[in-house]
């Protein structure tokens, strides 16, 4: 039975590549019949299929028939991004981990409209590699610390920990982590909070 009229009209008729349209050895003698059933609820020959397809969701044994590649790439894929985010969480250490804690989400698109120099700044301050904390390592020196406090000199400690800071942050945004700073405050407070330090050009 089937809903498309349009579909059992055509002349002749052709079963879709599917291997699970292939002839089978056991139905080859067998007469089948194709009916029009109008889709429309209330009709009974409908409604009969409706059970009928809704049963064979709930069956857990399978027929052992052939089973198209593309139906089962949906929970292939849902499998390995429910792997990735556990081995994820397991990262718990990782400084990224706060920054973007469920997998998948893009934080890019936050920056969009901002500028390609601006977008750039964004992402390094997401990722927590800049010159301004990071060029340590090209230059072989020690890790900086912070002059006003003596904590590390991080994207973190700068962005919302340094208390010397903190009469400037106030005039830009007040979130205290760095997971509502990327979701929460405007990309251009950001980049101006930073420029009121007179440290953006060293992003």
């Not at 397991?90 to 936050?110: I, M, T, W």
Request: charged share 25%; net charge positive.
């Amino acid at each position: 039975m089937c809903n498309s009229c349009s579909l059992l009209d055509q002349n002749p008729w052709q079963a879709p590549a599917d291997p699970r349209c292939a002839p089978q050895p056991d139905l080859e003698e067998s007469m089948i019949s194709f009916v029009w059933i109008p889709a429309h609820v209330g009709i009974q020959g409908n409604e009969n299929v409706d059970k009928l397809a809704k049963a064979a969701l709930k069956r857990t044994s399978t027929s052992g028939k052939l089973i198209c590649y593309s139906d089962l790439k949906p929970k292939i894929n849902t499998y390995i991004k429910s792997v990735w985010q556990r081995d994820w969480d397991a990262e718990g250490a990782n400084k990224l981990h706060e920054v973007l804690p469920n997998l998948g989400e893009d934080l890019h698109r936050r920056g969009e409209g901002a500028g390609r120099k601006r977008e750039t700044a964004m992402c390094r301050l997401r990722v927590g590699h800049t010159w301004l904390t990071q060029s340590y390592l090209l230059k072989n020196e020690q890790q900086p610390f912070c002059y006003a406090c003596d904590s590390l000199y991080i994207v973190r400690h700068i962005l919302i920990e340094c208390p010397d800071f903190q009469d400037t942050r106030r005039k830009y945004f007040s979130v205290t982590d760095l997971y509502r700073l990327f979701r929460e405050v405007n990309p251009f407070r950001i980049v101006g909070y930073l420029k009121d330090l007179g440290v953006y050009g060293k992003i």
